[in-house]
């Protein structure tokens, strides 16, 4: 699920296993058994029937428990909750050596620490147990919507930001604070997210899980027909703050259909409303389809003039990530979306050394230039990497990194993964992560 062309694929020995099941539902001890090619349409189609759900569904129906687990996934109950790792309980591999292995926090902590973030460079993933929590039918879903302060603004007329006359104001402190303040509501809020459709327009969306609903206010947005859900956010800019309930399960998959906003590229007419009756119930094109039919044009299209990345970023450095996003690429809109990131051993853990919350700052689009000048994708890449690694933070990998191998493992803490690189003789079958995930290593 990346831009990205595993070209390792064509070069090492490709395990071919199609382990595709949900094995076991235990309600007892609230987890799921699952095999690695489970996607997250699957399970939420199982459990979400049966009172249950994953406590964090990462938004798009095709990705993977193998993808996740080996990499990450962050959704918006991970102020709760923490990444996809924090979900779960054991991993079952196959080692460099061939044996099966399961382990957890207690039975070897070493190892299950190291997993996530290693892009299946320690072992194999055969199966994983997973939390559950019960869940609760549809999502009371509030919108508030902000724009930014005239003083704000007026410091930014370099960039040409207009304001639009006549809605509430709050000055970005008071955006990026509100924001702050419902990720902190653990008890309260199920659900946090921001779009940012500009920077002076943004809608923070929080929500509950409820077992009531107000019929008239009941929205089922992932019917065929409905709008994309970036489009339908958009619409409180001008209608102002509103709340409705959301069916969970639509709730979940919210930007599958657009996935995100980038189908607007793929599809320009796919909103309009005929096209949306008509032919709405073939959306979205599968991913990895796209990928296959791409041609050499579409790749340097999207690898000169376009950005995907995941920015993950401490809160308190949210004002400073979005100004200086919005100068490199002035790409909207912006993802929001809180973690709390817990002090466990590992490639990723907090700045502070201790519990502490993040956000992820998704940005996907065209970046915008002044005119006469080109966009350089790396350049550009590089200094956002740069400013991430300097206030703590990290890049999610399924996006392109142009780290090199020394500020890769600065932004990434290699210390557990080499020790167990070692202790595995991971040499003998797996490369190192850095060439599965890095760019250039890759080619
Ligand atoms: C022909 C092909 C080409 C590919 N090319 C690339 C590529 O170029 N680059 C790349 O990165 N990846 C590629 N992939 C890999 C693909 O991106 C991954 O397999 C992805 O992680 C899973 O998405 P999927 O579309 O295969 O999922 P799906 O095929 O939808 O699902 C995965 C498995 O789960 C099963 N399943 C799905 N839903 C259910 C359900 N409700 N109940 C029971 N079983 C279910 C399916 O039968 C399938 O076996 C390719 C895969 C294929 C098949
Ligand atoms: N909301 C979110 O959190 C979102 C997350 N993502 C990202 O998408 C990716 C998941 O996509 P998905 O298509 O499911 O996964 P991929 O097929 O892209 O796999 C991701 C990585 O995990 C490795 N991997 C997958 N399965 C296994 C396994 N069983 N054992 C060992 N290693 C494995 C792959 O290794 P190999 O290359 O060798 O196959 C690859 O390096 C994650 O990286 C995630 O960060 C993307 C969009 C949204
Ligand atoms: C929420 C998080 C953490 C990430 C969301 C990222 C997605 C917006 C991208 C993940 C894979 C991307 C791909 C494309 C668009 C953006 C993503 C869905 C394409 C469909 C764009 C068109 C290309 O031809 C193929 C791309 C495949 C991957």
Redesign the pocket.
């Known amino acids: ?3 990205s062309k595993p070209k390792y694929k064509k070069k090492l020995f490709n395990v071919h296993v199609d382990l595709i099941d949900i094995l076991e539902i235990d309600t007892e001890n609230q987890t799921v058994r699952v095999e690695p090619l489970v996607t997250m349409g699957q399970l939420t189609a199982t459990l979400d029937p049966l009172g249950w759900t994953i406590p964090i569904v ?3 129906d095709d990705l993977t428990v193998g993808g996740l687990v080996m990499g ?4 918006s109950s991970s102020h709760k909750y923490g990444l996809f790792q924090h979900i779960c309980v054991s991993y079952e591999l196959v080692l460099a050596d061939g044996s099966v292995v399961t382990c957890s926090k207690d039975s070897d902590p070493d190892l299950f620490y190291a997993v996530p973030w290693s892009y299946g460079t320690l072992g194999f993933l055969t199966a994983a147990v997973i939390k559950i929590i019960p869940a609760k039918n549809p999502v009371n879903l509030s919108y508030v919507a902000s724009d930014l302060s005239e003083t704000f603004c007026n410091m930014l007329i370099e960039h040409s930001v207009r304001r639009l006359p006549g809605r509430p104001m709050y000055t970005l402190d008071e955006a990026v604070k509100l924001f702050e303040e419902e990720s902190m509501k653990k008890g309260e809020n199920d659900f946090v997210e921001g779009l940012m459709f500009s920077l002076n327009e943004t809608v923070i969306m929080t929500g509950t899980m409820s077992d009531t609903c107000e019929l008239d206010k009941l929205n089922e947005i992932g019917k065929w027909y409905k709008p994309w859900f970036f489009t339908h956010v958009r619409n409180f800019l001008k209608t102002g703050p509103g709340y409705e309930y959301v069916p969970l399960r639509e709730y979940y998959h919210r ?1 599958t259909r657009p ?5 607007e ?2 599809i320009p007419f796919g909103n309009n409303v005929i096209f949306r009756f008509l032919l709405g119930w073939m959306m ?2 599968k ?2 389809l ?2 296959v ?2 041609t050499k044009a ?2 340097d299209l ?1 690898e000169n003039n ?1 950005i ?1 990345q ?1 920015l993950l970023v401490p809160v308190k450095s949210l004002k400073e990530s979005i100004i200086t996003f919005h100068k490199a690429v002035e790409v909207y809109p912006v ?1 929001l ?1 809180p973690f709390n990131l817990a002090n466990d051993p590992g490639m990723v853990h907090p700045a502070a050394d201790r519990e502490q919350m993040y956000v ?1 700052v ?1 940005v ?1 689009g065209v970046p915008k230039v002044p005119e006469g000048k080109t966009y350089h994708s790396v350049n550009t890449t590089r200094e956002i990497e740069d400013f991430v690694e300097k206030v703590g933070g990290f890049q ?1 990998l ?2 392109d990194s142009y780290r090199t191998k020394e500020e890769f493992r600065k932004m990434f803490n290699h210390k557990l993964y080499d020790r167990l690189r070692q202790r595995l003789e991971c040499n003998k079958a797996f490369p190192d992560v850095y060439d599965k995930v890095n760019k250039r290593a890759r080619s």
């Open positions: 699920m990346s831009l990462p938004e798009l990450t996934g962050v959704e930007h996935l995100f906003w980038e189908i590229n793929i979205p094109p991913v990895s796209l990928k039919t791409e579409i790749t999207y376009h995907i995941d993802w979306c992820d998704g996907y999610m399924y996006a």
